[in-house]
């Protein structure tokens, strides 16, 4: 199957809108303001197994069947430690989590749902809706070729309870598959088309946007791949810290996702965070940050030092973290660059410790010149013994990513 | 349903927050918060017209849409387009243009990696409101460091950097 960039960019406005309608939803139902913080869409491996579908560690959720203008199943999945909080604000008595969580689960997701299918001018039906959790394999139960991929929205509501949710849809063959195709199946011409000339402003209908969509184009398998390879990346960086401080670390996430450079910042939020910020040269160029949170990189600093530094992020720990960047950058781009068989190298380490997002917001800005949305390698990589945890943003030049993946399909 | 909107006896209600996100902007007519976070190169533009009570906020990645290779169907992105936006936002809710006023915030250089985005957002955002004839009342711009701004009722604009300290600029 082949993926369209451009068209995955399609469909996260379409999640965003779909977003705020559960937002909304959730909003009547709870009488707390909420509000859509982030929305990204990564697409998953067929056969991950049903956890990794729908959300990353314990969840709780609805799955419900789709026919009509979309057609396969769809789950919501709330975190299990945070879908508490949702429950709270509930009228009534919520001391029935099952049925609590069926019933917020569903509003939220037929609001989502809404949003597509205000878009495709088309209705969607749902099936009741049906509890799962992240250790129940009907989570990914399917209907149809089991070879398609699994689409993952995620999004971040801002409230009095931080809430993640993630909705993961399991397409058979529908109009939305051709989305991320790019292009539009015959005979439904009009329900694709319709909800590009919408969303991309009408490039993509015309000959030109065609043309245009041709050069953007990379097999599925490619962009599977390369998100292996970021998998893989992390594992080297992983093994260079241990091998540099002797301290146990693993890589907890590692996933490929597509997001609008404008919610990178969101994304890495208002705490403040020290790390590095690197620039990346070769094919593909861009840029990478690793951040911690303060209180981590104090103490994976300290873990590195010989003696306790004068300050907690003085000078001592700023060298110390800009080495732990220097290993864990050469690791994840020797992985990469080894197999996509270009040449990648970085630039020196260059220090920063402010409110998160500001770290971020120039070199999104830089990006954002010339592309709108942007790949994000989130790697979460823990190291034991200390509780420091970080996380990597790298954000590569879109066309010269998409170059990089067409050549893996087509060598 | 509970309702959060508290009784006569209760405390007064909290002024509804609006968040303005990267390369967006918006306007209210109210005594709603408007509220933006995470400005490192970026920019914020409060403009208000205070006898209206009608006041908006942008924040802007980029200085002008002219330099910048996609289409630009978010005027948001940019300084330039951002503010006629916003300034366009404004009179349609009600504001008279010749009763504007800006403040600043934002345009840090945070990182020597890229090009001085900060105060180039900066240059931008002060020509294009000396050309609409927008005094500049406030401002807390450049330096390296990242800022989070609140705009509230009064039309002060308050920001706070990573060291949680909070104050008003002036």
């Known amino acids: ?411 | 349903m509970t309702s959060l909107t508290p009784g006569e006896d209760g405390p007064p209600a909290r002024p509804r927050r609006v968040r303005v996100g990267v390369g967006d902007l918006a306007v209210v007519a109210d005594d709603a918060t408007l509220t933006t976070s995470g400005l490192g190169s970026c920019i914020a533009v409060a403009i208000a017209d205070r006898r209206a009570g009608v006041r908006g906020l942008l924040h802007a990645m980029l200085p002008s849409a002219a330099r910048s290779r996609p289409a630009a169907p978010r005027p948001g992105k940019y300084v330039d387009t951002g503010i006629d936006a916003l300034v366009d936002g404004l009179v349609a809710a009600g504001a008279v243009s010749t009763r504007l006023d800006a403040q600043l915030v934002g345009g840090a250089e945070l990182l020597d990696l890229t090009a001085a985005v900060g105060p180039q957002n900066i240059d931008r955002a002060r020509q294009r409101l000396n050309a609409a004839s927008i005094p500049i009342v406030a401002s807390d711009v450049g330096a390296d460091v990242g800022r989070t701004v609140r705009f509230v009722a009064s039309g002060d604009v308050v920001v706070r950097a990573a060291d949680g300290f909070e104050r008003t600029i002036e």
């Open chain 1, 1 to 411: 199957m082949r993926v369209d960039v451009r068209a995955l960019g399609a469909c996260n406005r379409l999640a965003e809108r779909g977003a705020e309608r559960a937002a909304a939803a959730l909003t009547d139902l709870t009488g707390t303001a909420l509000a859509v913080e982030v929305t990204g869409v990564s697409v998953a491996a067929a056969g991950d197994s049903p956890a990794a579908v729908a959300a990353d560690g314990e969840w709780v959720g609805v799955r419900v069947g789709l026919s009509g203008g979309l057609s396969g199943a769809a789950v919501l999945a709330f975190d299990a430690d945070r879908v508490d909080g949702l429950l709270e604000l509930l009228p009534g008595d919520a001391s029935l989590r099952h049925s609590a969580v069926t019933e917020v689960g569903n509003i939220a997701l037929g609001g989502f749902l809404d949003g597509f299918a205000n878009h495709l001018g088309r209705a969607i039906e749902l099936t009741p809706p049906q509890y799962v959790s992240a250790d129940d394999p009907v989570a990914s139960t399917r209907e149809g070729s089991t070879d398609d991929p699994v689409f993952r929205f995620e999004s971040r509501l801002e409230a009095a309870t931080n809430l993640d949710f993630s909705i993961a849809l399991l397409p058979a063959a529908t109009p939305f598959r051709d989305l991320a195709r790019g292009r539009p199946r015959s005979g439904e011409a009009n329900v694709a088309e319709g909800a590009f000339s919408e969303v991309l402003g009408g490039d993509i209908v015309t000959g030109a946007g065609h043309a245009e969509a041709a050069t953007t184009g990379v097999t599925y398998d490619a962009l599977l791949r390369f998100a292996s390879l970021a998998a893989e990346g992390s594992e080297t960086a992983a093994a260079n810290i241990e091998a540099m401080t002797g301290l146990k670390t693993t890589v907890d996430v590692s996933r490929l996702r597509f997001v609008p450079l404008t919610d990178v910042p969101a994304a890495v939020g208002t705490a403040p965070h020290a790390g590095t910020v690197f620039e990346l040269h070769g094919e593909p160029s861009g840029y990478l940050a690793i951040l911690f949170t303060e209180p981590s990189a104090a103490r994976v600093a300290d873990a590195m030092l010989p003696m306790e530094p004068d300050e907690p992020l003085g000078e001592m720990a700023e060298h110390a973290l800009c080495e732990l960047g220097n290993v864990m950058t050469s690791g994840l781009i020797d992985g990469w660059a080894n197999v996509l068989e270009t040449s990648i190298s970085h630039s020196p380490p260059e220090f920063v410790h402010d409110i998160g997002a500001a770290t971020v917001s120039p070199l999104v800005a830089a990006l954002s010149r010339r592309q709108d949305y942007g790949f994000v390698v989130d790697a979460t990589i823990r190291t034991r013994g200390v509780e420091a945890r970080c996380d990597v943003y790298v954000l590569p030049d879109e066309r010269e990513l998409v170059a990089v993946l067409r050549r893996l399909a087509d060598p």
